[in-house]
C-alpha cells in the first residue's frame, strides 16, 4: 500500500544534494510505500496513492535520531539536582546512587522504566534511539540491562565502564580486566557499540583505549564519553579508536577541535547535561566551523539530563551553543544517524526509511522559536503512525 502526504508547506528532506543545509522542498509531497520514502516532489507534480492524507499546509521533516541515552535505571536524583541548583558541584561519582537502585530493582521495573522513556521519547518525535547500560556495573546487571535495552532498540551500548563501583575501590585494574573479560563475553551479544566514560572520576585514556580495543575484538563498534567535566584525552582516544562519536566535548582545545575536523568522529553535543548542571555549553559554532559533523541529542539520565525532549535540545543548542537553527535541526536528525552510522534514518530522501514527524506548526524554524511548545502533531515509524 502507498501513502501519499501533500499539501505539505515546508518538507525537510537533508538531501546532501540539495543547495541548503535542510533540502527543504516548499508546497511539497511525498510517496511512502512499504515503510520507505518512494518520491519526493511538489504537491503539483504528486503521483497517485492508494491512500492520501492532505497535511493542510503543516511542516514535515524527518523523526528525530537521538544517539546518545541512559535509560535502563531505577531510582531518583531529584534532591541532587536541587542540590546543584543551590549550588553543589556536579561530580560523576553521582552515578553510583543510581547503580545501587538499579542493582535492586527487578527486570519488570527497568522494563516498565525504559518503556515509560521511550514512550516519551516518541511522542517527542524521535524515532530512532540509542540505549546505554551503564548502571548496573556488574556482569550480569549489565548483561540484563542489555537484554532489555535490545526489546526497544537495535541501538544498544555496553556501558560497564561508566565508572569503577564501589566495591572495586583500591582495585581498579581489576574491574577493567572484569570489563575486559567476563562481563563484556556476557554483554556483546546484546550490544552494537561500546562505550567508556573517559573523564575526571571516571577512566582514563590507558583504560579506555583498553576496554575499547578488547570491544573491538568481539565485534563491537567504539563510542567514548569524552570531554565533558575537563579537557582531557577523551576525544584523542576516540579518534585513535575510530569511535563514531565523542559525546560531550564541553572542553575542547584546538588540537581536538582539529583532531575531530580531520575524521569521521562526530561531535555529539548534550544541552540538557550542561542544563541540567549549570556548566559551560560546548561551542558548536566553534566545531561546525571547523568542519566536525555534529550531531544533538538528549543524554536523558536520573543524575544530569533527566529530559528525553529533543526539540528542547534544539532550543538551547540554538539559544546558547551557537548553532543556527537549520544546524540545529540537521544535527538532530542527520547528525544523530551519522553518530550512529545510519544512512537509512535522519533524512527524507528516496530509499531512506519513512520515519517522519508532520508539525503543528508552517516551519520547523518554530521548534526553536515557540520553546515548550508541543509542536509535534504526528509521529510516523517506517510509514506507519506511531502517535
Not at 37 to 66: H, R
Not at 230 to 244: D, H, I, R
Not at 357 to 366: F, K, N
Not at 371 to 376: A, K, M, S, T
Amino acid at each position: 500500500m502507498t501513502t501519499l502526504l501533500h499539501n505539505v508547506g515546508e518538507l525537510i528532506t537533508n538531501d546532501p544534494a540539495a543547495d541548503d543545509l535542510l533540502g527543504v522542498v516548499t508546497d511539497a509531497a511525498l510517496v511512502i510505500d512499504d515503510g520507505r520514502v518512494a518520491w519526493v516532489g511538489p504537491s503539483a507534480a504528486a503521483p497517485s496513492a492508494d491512500e492520501a492524507i492532505d497535511c493542510d499546509g503543516a511542516a514535515v521533516m524527518p523523526g528525530f535520531v537521538d544517539s546518545h541515552a541512559h535509560l535502563v535505571f531505577a531510582g531518583d536524583r531529584s534532591a541532587e539536582f536541587a542540590a546543584r541548583m543551590a549550588g553543589q558541584l556536579y561530580a560523576a561519582g553521582g552515578i553510583r546512587t543510581t547503580v545501587a537502585a538499579t542493582r535492586a530493582a527487578s527486570d519488570e521495573e527497568l522494563r516498565a522504566r525504559v518503556a515509560h522513556l521511550v514512550g516519551e521519547l516518541e511522542r517527542q518525535g524521535s524515532t530512532t534511539y540509542e540505549i546505554k547500560s551503564g548502571y548496573g556495573l556488574t556482569t550480569p546487571d549489565e548483561a540484563r540491562s542489555l537484554r532489555i535495552a535490545a526489546e526497544f532498540t537495535d541501538e544498544t551500548t555496553f556501558l560497564g565502564a561508566h565508572v569503577v563501583p564501589p566495591e572495586y575501590d583500591g582495585d581498579r585494574s581489576g574491574y577493567v580486566d572484569l570489563v575486559c573479560g567476563d562481563m563484556l563475553t556476557a554483554c556483546a551479544p546484546h550490544a552494537r557499540w561500546a562505550d567508556v566514560f573517559c573523564d575526571r572520576g571516571a577512566f582514563d585514556a590507558d583504560e579506555t583505549t583498553a576496554i575499547l580495543t578488547a570491544a573491538q575484538g568481539r565485534g563491537l563498534m567504539p563510542r567514548v564519553h569524552a570531554n565533558q567535566l575537563e579537557q582531557g584525552p577523551g576525544v584523542a582516544v576516540a579518534v585513535a579508536q575510530g569511535a563514531a562519536s565523542a559525546d560531550h566535548c564541553t572542553h575542547l582545545s584546538d588540537a581536538d577541535v582539529a583532531l575531530l575536523a580531520d575524521s569521521d568522529t562526530v561531535a555529539t553535543l548534550l544541552p540538557g547535561a550542561e542544563f541540567s548542571t549549570r556548566s559551560p555549553y560546548p561551542d558548536a559554532r566553534r566545531l561546525i566551523d571547523a568542519g566536525v559533523t555534529v550531531a544533538l541529542a538528549t543524554d536523558c539520565n536520573p543524575g544530569s539530563s533527566y529530559t528525553t525532549s529533543m526539540p528542547f535540545c534544539i532550543t538551547v543548542g540554538v539559544r546558547d551553543m551557537h548553532f543556527t537553527v537549520a544546524e540545529a535541526l540537521w544535527s538532530a536528525t542527520a547528525g544523530g544517524a551519522a553518530a550512529l552510522r545510519r544512512t537509512d534514518v535522519g533524512g527524507l530522501t528516496p530509499g531512506q526509511r519513512a520515519d517522519l514527524m508532520i508539525l503543528d506548526a508552517p516551519s520547523a524554524l518554530h521548534l526553536a522559536y515557540r520553546p515548550g511548545v508541543d509542536l509535534i502533531a504526528q509521529v510516523w515509524r517506517e510509514g506507519k503512525r506511531i502517535r
